[in-house]
């Protein structure tokens, strides 16, 4: 983005933050509110993003700002999914408790088999080897949509893209894919 800029005044953290806030604010935004659906909590998690940025150790300037701000995003997530679980780890009932016949409680049992569980994981790592076969932003375009369930036209803010554009790549990657593992079912 800036790369002309000079070894001997590199960009601080703070004009950093405010260049990438004036840019990702809004995708940022989106990303978290299709995930905790409260305005109030996707600002502080937008605004969480930015301090980490400012307080990010070392001078190295940040090469893929994307990513690392998604990075970042999907890391406070996951913390606050951890401590919404301890949160409210007193309000489940112990699988250990005394009387209880776990056969007449068919919510608690696992519906997902070890087996299953590996294939599919199997079958993750094998779509995303065949997406590295793809250009970097094909990969990256195709993941915001189909995984982050970003819109066409949050993607293109991000890249620069027009919302056509975007939906190009989709379908560039999404003919990679039927290509090596057929259609769609």
Not at 27 to 40: E, H, I, K, S, T
Not at 63 to 87: G, H, K, P
Request: aromatic residues 6%; without cysteine; proline residues 5%.
């Amino acid at each position: 983005m800036h790369a002309n800029r000079s070894s001997a005044h590199p960009e601080s953290p703070a004009e950093l933050a405010r260049r990438l806030d004036a840019r990702y604010r809004t995708p940022l935004m989106n990303y978290f509110l299709r995930r905790v659906r409260d305005r109030a909590e996707a600002e502080d998690l937008t605004q969480e993003v930015f301090l980490r940025i400012v307080r990010r150790p070392g001078d190295e300037p940040l090469e893929n700002a994307e990513v690392f701000l998604f990075s970042i995003a999907a890391n406070l997530l996951r913390d606050r999914a951890r401590r919404a679980q301890t949160r409210h780890a007193a309000d489940h009932r112990s699988l250990d408790a005394p009387g209880e016949d776990l056969s007449q409680s068919p919510s608690l049992i696992e519906a997902r088999a070890p087996e299953r569980v590996l294939m599919s994981q199997e079958s993750l790592a094998e779509v995303l080897r065949a997406l590295d076969e793809l250009g970097e932003r094909t990969r990256d375009i195709f993941i915001l949509y189909k995984l982050e369930k970003m819109k066409h036209r949050e993607i293109g803010a991000l890249y620069g893209l027009s919302a056509s554009a975007v939906e190009k790549y989709v379908r560039k990657a999404t003919a990679h894919l039927a290509r090596l593992f057929g259609p769609a079912s």
